[in-house]
């Protein structure tokens, strides 16, 4: 058998490792619906720095919830724009609000970690929500949260919104969220074991019992991580606390990133804890170029110069499975058809943007993001 014919066969099985898992978490991905108990209060958490053009909305959004009892606590991060302001008048015509201002930023520490575990014991409430600044809450988003959290035995459940996008960059990159997501991580062992390494949230959204957060050390476990997002999830099933995901994509809506600058700046920030390591980054180069870039180059070379019938057959049928996987996330999640076209280039740049982050910290060189710069490298803490 020709060497093409064993590349082309590797490309297929990577190609359809994601299309057949992806399937099957479609199926157990799903949005909340059990209700939280009568009296269930939330607190909703949001940290903020410099976010004067839309911390607003993001309040006034939490405000609309309805079905629990809410507060919204929102702690400036030392911002130099009008976001204090903004709240502050916002806070005089709603006692449910609640302007705090951040202490100063202890050494080893992220800044959002710190203004998370500052939050937290500001917060009245059991149920804490912890949102983005960017993250605008549907109004029945609150309940259904409190409802996922308190109707099992979790301590965390986090959900991923729905991925808003308004140029190339966002359309190519930031839809891969849910393909490394859906594609990759096998949620029902995530359900049924307690493996930290099974532990996925979204930083974006997360919700946790106010004892089980305690009993996990909060965000002063992962003092330094610029991931919440993993790291969270992974402390508390460490501290024996389950954590769980859902589809928030109809109960929440973020935009993320706006443009090609920030899209980089922001995933290369915390790439470092998650693909971007020495041992986990040439597995997902295999993962993710064999199965979703390799078979479209096999069929341009077929085009070009001809290539054993089984080979293109095989590529062919490892494109379409590519292609197909990612016209499932379009319908179900909105997402760009653009992005979903061409959805090799998007890989080569998040593949880009990781061997980038890799060597970054190999050179010692700390990763920046709003304003701020942190240590990455083998002497980060």
């Not at 949005?31 to 949001?46: D, E, H, N, Y």
Request: glycine share 10%; with cysteine; proline share 7%.
């Amino acid at each position: 058998m020709s060497v093409i014919i064993l590349i082309a066969g590797l490309s297929l099985i990577l190609a359809l490792l994601p299309l057949l898992l992806g399937g099957v978490n479609l199926l157990l991905y799903r949005r909340p619906k059990a209700a939280p108990p009568s009296g269930a209060a939330v607190s909703i958490l949001i940290p903020a720095r410099n976010e004067e053009s839309g911390i607003a909305a993001a309040v006034d959004a939490a405000l609309l919830s309805k079905g629990v009892e809410v507060e919204v606590v929102v702690l400036d991060d030392h911002s130099t724009d009008r976001t204090a302001e903004i709240v502050r008048a916002i806070a005089a015509r709603d006692p449910r609000v609640r302007l705090e201002g951040a202490p100063p930023l202890p050494p080893g520490w992220s800044g959002k970690q710190h203004a998370c575990q500052t939050l937290a014991t500001l917060a009245r409430h059991p149920v804490l929500l912890f949102q983005d600044a960017d993250v605008r809450l549907a109004p029945d988003a609150a309940r259904l949260t409190c409802g996922a959290l308190l109707s099992g035995r979790h301590g965390l459940v986090s959900g991923f919104p729905r991925q808003e996008t308004g140029t190339l960059a966002e359309a190519l990159v930031i839809p891969l969220i849910h393909v490394l997501l859906l594609g990759y991580l096998p949620m029902l062992g995530m359900r049924l074991s307690g493996d930290p390494r099974f532990g996925a949230a979204c930083g974006q959204l997360i919700a946790v019992r106010r004892e089980a957060y305690q009993e996990a050390g909060g965000h002063a476990a992962i003092s330094a991580s610029l991931h919440d997002g993993v790291t969270l999830p992974r402390a508390f099933r460490r501290a024996g606390q389950g954590t769980d995901l859902f589809d928030a994509s109809g109960l929440a809506r973020c935009r993320m990133y706006r443009g090609w600058r920030e899209v980089w700046s922001g995933f290369t920030k915390n790439a470092t804890e998650g693909m971007a390591t020495p041992a986990a980054l040439p597995v997902w180069t295999l993962l993710l170029f064999g199965g979703h870039v390799l078979p479209w180059i096999l069929l341009g070379w077929a085009a070009l110069d001809p290539l054993p019938d089984g080979a293109v057959v095989m590529a062919g049928l490892a494109a379409a499975a590519g292609l197909l996987f990612r016209l499932l996330l379009l319908i179900r999640f909105r997402q760009s058809v653009v992005g979903a076209l061409l959805h090799p280039v998007g890989i080569l740049i998040m593949l880009a943007i990781q061997w980038s982050a890799l060597l970054r910290a190999r050179h010692g060189r700390p990763s920046e993001w709003r304003g701020r710069a942190y240590p990455t490298g083998p002497g980060a803490s």
